[in-house]
């Protein structure tokens, strides 16, 4: 298999590996055969890597812009690797029970959630997985950060759409299986001050013990990794 990290992200995959692996490691390898969709699929690099473990994979977007690149990534070694839709999150263009494992990246919070919610558990199989990776609303640091950028006007996520721990606790009662972890307290700030992977990972890691011991302390994370079986 090959790592992840040669696709996922275009940019800071490092404070992406902890959350992105918490999620592989529950929804499973056993991707070949599996009809994937990536929702606001951007780029498509996301849906490279998932087509090379084997899924049939659908990448959507709202923006033409973005399908017009990935289907470049698409062709990079001849033939489509994947097929790209244009779509909008809350009116997904399946029909019921027609894909395995919905997969979204920070882009479930530009959604209106609720309904995009209702169509992703719509257009799921039973037993598939919702699978989100995405930013939460109330760590200090990060907050600052989007300060700073609203302030140079390049932040165009309003505030009250980030996820918070008590609505990532809301939706459990949806799926028969339902997880999710959070990352992320001390190291948005290695944004500003980077760090050598290697220190990076050993500060992840303590900071993800501190957050399964620590419920309270989860609602202050940066980041969150969503699974849930139907």
């Known amino acids: 298999m090959k790592n992840p990290y040669d696709y996922y992200l275009e940019w800071d995959a490092r404070?992406?590996?902890?959350?992105?692996l918490f999620g592989l490691s529950r929804v499973g390898h056993g991707l070949a055969g599996?009809?994937?969709?990536?929702?606001g699929s951007r780029r498509g690099r996301m849906c490279l890597w998932f087509a090379e473990e084997g899924a049939r994979v659908v990448g959507g977007d709202l923006h033409y812009d973005y399908l017009t690149y990935?289907?470049?990534?698409?062709?990079?070694?001849?033939?489509?690797?994947?097929s790209l839709v244009q779509m909008r999150a809350e009116a997904l263009p399946?029909?019921?029970g027609a894909v395995d494992v919905i997969f979204t990246k920070s882009a479930f919070v530009l959604f209106k959630k609720a309904a995009a919610f209702r169509e992703m558990l719509r257009v799921l199989k039973p037993g598939g997985y919702v699978w989100l990776v995405e930013n939460m609303k109330l760590n200090p640091f990060a907050a600052l950060v989007r300060l700073v950028r609203r302030l140079a006007g390049v932040e165009w996520v309003k505030r009250a759409a980030y996820v918070t721990y008590e609505e990532l606790e809301s939706y459990a009662p949806a799926f028969s299986r339902y997880a999710?972890?959070?990352?992320?307290?001390?190291?948005?700030?290695?944004?500003?001050?980077?760090?050598?992977?290697?220190?990076?990972?050993?500060?992840?890691?303590?900071?993800?013990r501190i957050l399964r011991?620590?419920?309270?302390?989860?609602?202050?994370?940066w980041l969150t990794c969503v699974v849930g079986q139907k």
Not at 15 to 20: G, V
Not at 34 to 39: N, S
Not at 190 to 202: K, T
Request: charged share 30%.
């Open 213 to 221: 011991r620590s419920r309270w302390l989860s609602r202050f994370a």
């Open 15 to 20: 404070f992406w590996e902890a959350p992105f």
């Open 34 to 39: 599996k009809r994937l969709l990536d929702i």
């Open 70 to 82: 990935a289907a470049a990534e698409s062709r990079k070694n001849g033939g489509e690797a994947f």
């Open 94 to 96: 399946f029909r019921d």
């Open 180 to 208: 999710h972890g959070e990352f992320h307290l001390l190291t948005p700030l290695c944004r500003v001050i980077p760090l050598p992977r290697p220190l990076l990972r050993r500060l992840v890691a303590w900071e993800s």
